[in-house]
T-cell receptor, first 110, second 114 residues
């Protein structure tokens, strides 16, 4: 089993749609979680951290479920500019070994 | 503020040649990471440094790969001799103190070995 698993997609949605991605992780000792965004032929960029209580940043909402060992990302009112690959990232406590999921590709269409 | 700076942006070379990739982390960051990304394998951590000291190099694929960090503002990743299967995008990333800080990536080096 991979340490971090994501549905690769692609997710093709119309503008204005709400879309959600899930990511599961295998190591219960994982302590920190992030969502990164990667545009085609660009570097990964931090989108948002994921906190235990869940957190929201504009149209983006991230949640963590430790019992089931998954994190989620919800994008509301999707824009064309949201088209990208979204990478789920987990790191172990006191360890800088970040493990990336393979990414979920999102395409938002007019 | 300057981000992580990598050079070169692109490198095309023939197999068997030595390849050197360079990275300047964000000033003040004390962790530096080297990653490789391919379509088949995704993003893979190769090695990371803390305060210029290599901590975990278990991701380095084989002895042909080596990495150094002679000071806090510079690191290199060398491949010698290079092979076509080394073709990938190589990213350098750095992060601030603490084990749970997000990493900031450079633009990457697109390496093609012919």
């Amino acid at each position: 089993r991979k340490e971090v698993e994501q549905d690769p997609g692609p997710f093709n949605v119309p503008e204005g749609a709400t879309v959600a991605f899930n990511c599961t992780y295998s190591n219960s000792a994982s302590q920190s979680f992030f969502w990164y965004r990667q545009d085609c032929r660009k570097e990964p960029k931090l989108l948002m951290s994921v906190y235990s209580s869940g957190n929201e940043d504009g149209r983006f909402t991230a949640q963590l479920n430790r019992a089931s060992q998954y994190i989620s990302l919800l994008i509301r009112d999707s824009k064309l500019s949201d088209s990208a690959t979204y990478l789920c990232v987990v790191i172990l406590y006191n360890n800088n070994d970040m493990r990336f999921g393979a990414g979920t590709r999102l395409t938002v269409k007019p | 503020d300057a981000g992580v700076i990598q050079s070169p942006r692109h490198e095309v070379t023939e197999m068997g040649q030595e390849v050197t990739l360079r990275c300047k982390p964000i000033s003040g960051h004390d962790y530096l990471f080297w990653y490789r990304q391919t379509m088949m394998r995704g993003l893979e951590l190769l090695i990371y440094f803390n305060n210029n000291v290599p901590i975990d190099d278990s991701g380095m694929p084989e002895d042909r790969f080596s990495a150094k960090m002679p000071n806090a503002s510079f690191s290199t990743l060398k491949i010698q001799p290079s092979e076509p299967r080394d073709s990938a995008v190589y990213f350098c990333a750095s992060s601030f103190i603490g084990g749970n800080q997000p990493q900031h990536f450079g633009d990457g080096t697109r390496l093609s070995i012919l």
